[in-house]
């Protein structure tokens, strides 16, 4: 009980798992809380010195993922205390500590993630009256430094706001970007900042660790770099105190390398389009007024074919580019692949096989991918090669440039495959994941282990024909391990040296020093042989790890490609046009249609004009009946502009469409687009 108080008293604000031989175990608060939370039964454990008993629960170990994704979906924290010693080796009692934190941010289960949506922990700090107000006013502004780390990729991005705007600009970010755990010092004023609903659950830490010095330090050591000017943080105090506290909480929540986090990029607020929430939900762009993907612009662009490509195209919708020179790449490169549909046929087709390869590689730098995932990152790197062969004649620079950062990094892909077998299990200590022939020991050892099972059947033969015994048979439990049944009809023929050790319903069960001899052959071969593939695949794991970098560039090159392809496919498939995207002030559409409605209308959908610029058409007053199309006209106008800046092409015969940096939206609350319902027909 006291290495149990021990982790308790570091972990205040965790429950506790605490591991005892194939069970984890929560006790006082924690098993009351726990049992109230998962529906488990309370049990309480011998009294304590004051003579009451303490109450306990448990669950069994290799259930822990799911109790766990329960538990963090209600919001808590887990600590999960193991046992650091090998039971049987230890003097006395375990050893114990806790190898790991969970919470809502970090925990990175499949059954916990959204396969097509990131998973935000967000560091943010808030530092009073520091900034110079650069309007020239003299008043010092508040800085506000908001970071942004997807564990399971290692996405990883910061930004600084100054002032009311910047305030204001902020509370927008996290109402749309929805972290899943927001970091902040205990003594910070955060309550505001954030959002009532979802409200993000919130980690409370202490102050230092937004300290700029030690955050500036964290960050270095982390991304392995000198200075941090190369990322853009150099003059950036706020973003770079609010990345720094998160990297500190995640190498001490998850005593792991987090080889995965090896960049970060700084966000200018001004490198993107504004949408702010209201104009997100009004236009639908990546849920519908139900809440759902489908219905929503998103749920009606999206064609990519795997979940790293789908993940994507969420964020460039949340933020469109302002650069005309990244516009026109991108349009260029969906623009060859509309045109060539023999290859982005065939492009898409082999990327169906392609898994999520960022997660995965996340996962081995964590410490938690599993020989599957390892077979499912090596296939993934070996379709790279035909990838390249098949985009290889296409000339667009983007789809240049991005078979140039694929990488099927040969060494791993080759390493892994000889290593691991086509079918392995899903966890090393299932055992039977490495190959034969790739380890002398363990090769050795599975030949004792077959060896002694071998002896075994030839003695099963031997003792039939000496005691005459045809059912004789040799059995194994974990109780006994190898014995000799017999049945009851049989047991006159036992010879001498046969020791009874336990009757049963049908017979009794016998041993001999010889079958026992052969027992601890296989037995202790078999548990080294375990030890030994363990081993093996942790080494492996490393190895793994150690490339990320080269495996995201690749991850990253495939998602590109997928939406490229993607948006091609969706342009040929519903007729799309591609825009023309300039610096004027001209936007004129012709033959528009909503790109969300025209689904739903079918052919009946009437396409309509627009024209707007900054010296004769510089506002439409439009008028009409109820159910007359205005909220969906107003909708077309500004999903094109969004579309056209995320490089896609747009539903219209043609369009010209200025570079916009912020759409307003503001349409009856309650109209359903999908549906065919107006505000009027809604509120009628
Ligand atoms: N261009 C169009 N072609 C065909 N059908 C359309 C078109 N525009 C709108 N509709 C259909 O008409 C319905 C009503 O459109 P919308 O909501 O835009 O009307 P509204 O003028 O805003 O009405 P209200 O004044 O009640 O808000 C849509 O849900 C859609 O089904
Ligand atoms: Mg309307």
């Not at 139900?290 to 009606?300: D, I």
């Not at 949340?318 to 650069?323: E, M, N, Q, Y």
């Not at 983007?398 to 086509?422: C, F, H, K, M, Q």
């Not at 150690?546 to 993607?566: E, T």
């Amino acid at each position: 009980m006291r290495q149990y108080l021990d982790a308790k008293q570091q972990h205040r604000d965790a429950i506790v798992f605490f591991r005892m031989g194939d069970f984890y175990e929560m006790f006082y608060e924690d098993a009351l809380t726990a049992a109230r939370a998962l529906d488990l039964t309370l049990t309480s454990r011998s009294k304590n010195a004051g003579g009451s008993a303490i109450p306990m629960c448990g669950i069994p170990h290799h259930a822990a993922d799911g109790y766990l994704t329960r538990l963090v979906q209600k919001g808590f924290r887990v600590a999960i205390c193991e046992q650091v010693e090998d039971a049987k080796k230890a003097k006395g009692i375990v050893r114990r500590e806790v190898v790991r934190v969970v919470s809502p941010g970090t925990f990175t289960e499949a059954g916990y993630l959204e396969d097509r949506e990131p998973t935000f922990l967000m560091g943010l700090v808030v530092q009073r009256g520091v900034a110079r107000d650069r309007g020239g006013s003299g008043t010092d502004l508040d800085r506000y430094g908001m970071a942004l780390l997807d564990v399971s990729t290692g996405e990883f991005a910061a930004t600084e706001y100054r002032g009311d705007t910047g305030r204001q600009a902020l509370a927008d970010d996290i109402a749309v970007l929805r972290p899943r755990e927001c970091l902040v010092a205990s003594d910070s004023e955060w309550h505001s900042l954030l959002p009532d609903a979802p409200a993000p659950a919130v980690t409370a830490v202490d102050p230092w660790l937004f300290d700029l010095e030690r955050a500036r330090h964290a960050l270095t050591t982390q991304l392995d770099t000198a200075g941090l000017e190369g990322f853009g943080l150099s003059d950036r105090p706020g973003a770079t105190a609010a990345a720094g506290a998160l990297v500190h909480y995640l190498r001490e929540t998850q005593k792991a390398q987090l080889a995965h986090v090896r960049s970060i990029t700084f966000r200018e607020t001004a490198d993107a389009m504004v949408i702010d929430p209201p104009t997100l939900k009004h236009l639908e762009v990546v849920t519908s007024s139900e809440g759902t993907r489908a219905g929503s612009l998103l749920g009606e662009i999206d064609q990519t074919v795997t979940v790293m490509g789908s993940r994507l195209l969420r964020g460039w919708m949340l933020r469109p580019l302002v650069s005309l020179e990244r516009v026109h790449d991108r349009l260029d490169g969906v623009e060859e692949l509309a045109f060539r549909s023999v290859e982005r046929g065939k492009l898409r087709e082999l990327l169906k096989s392609v898994h999520d390869l960022e997660r995965l590689v996340a996962r081995a730098a964590m410490g938690t991918a599993g020989p599957r995932d390892l077979v499912a990152l090596q296939r993934t790197l070996a379709t790279v090669p035909r990838v390249r062969a098949i985009l290889d004649p296409l000339q667009a620079p983007l789809t240049g440039s991005l078979l140039a950062e694929l990488d099927e990094v040969p060494d791993i892909r080759d390493t892994v495959e000889a290593t691991l077998g086509d079918a392995p299990p899903a966890l090393a200590r299932d055992g039977g994941a490495i190959r034969d022939g790739v380890d002398p020991e363990l090769d050795e050892l599975r030949g004792i282990s077959r060896g002694g099972k071998e002896q075994i059947a030839a003695m099963e033969a031997a003792e039939r024909s000496r005691t005459g015994i045809g059912s004789l048979k040799i059995r194994f439990n974990r109780v006994f391990g190898y014995y000799i049944e017999v049945s009851k009809a049989n047991l006159h023929a036992v010879p001498d040296d046969y020791h009874r050790k336990q009757t049963i319903a049908g017979g009794e069960r016998f041993i001999t020093p010889v079958l026992k001899e052969y027992e601890q052959r296989v037995l202790g071969a078999d548990e080294r042989i375990l030890e030994r593939e363990i081993a093996l695949f942790d080494a492996l794991r490393d190895r793994v790890a150690a490339a990320a970098g080269r495996i995201q560039d690749s991850a990253r090159a495939l998602a590109n490609l997928d939406v490229l392809a993607g948006l091609a496919e969706t342009a040929a498939v519903h007729d799309y046009t591609k825009p023309h995207v300039h610096d004027g002030d001209e936007l004129l559409i012709t033959e528009g249609r909503h790109p969300v409605v025209e689904r739903h209308v079918g052919h009946g959908f009437v396409p309509n004009d627009v024209t707007l610029n900054a010296s004769s058409h510089q506002v439409i007053i439009l008028t009409g009946p109820n159910m007359g199309g205005k909220s969906t006209y107003l909708r077309q106008v500004a999903l094109s502009v969004l579309l056209a800046q995320i490089g896609s092409f747009v539903p219209a015969n043609r369009a010209k469409i200025p570079i916009t940096d912020r759409i307003f939206a503001r349409v009856g609350a309650s109209d359903n687009i999908a549906r065919g319902q107006s505000t009027f027909m809604v509120e009628m």
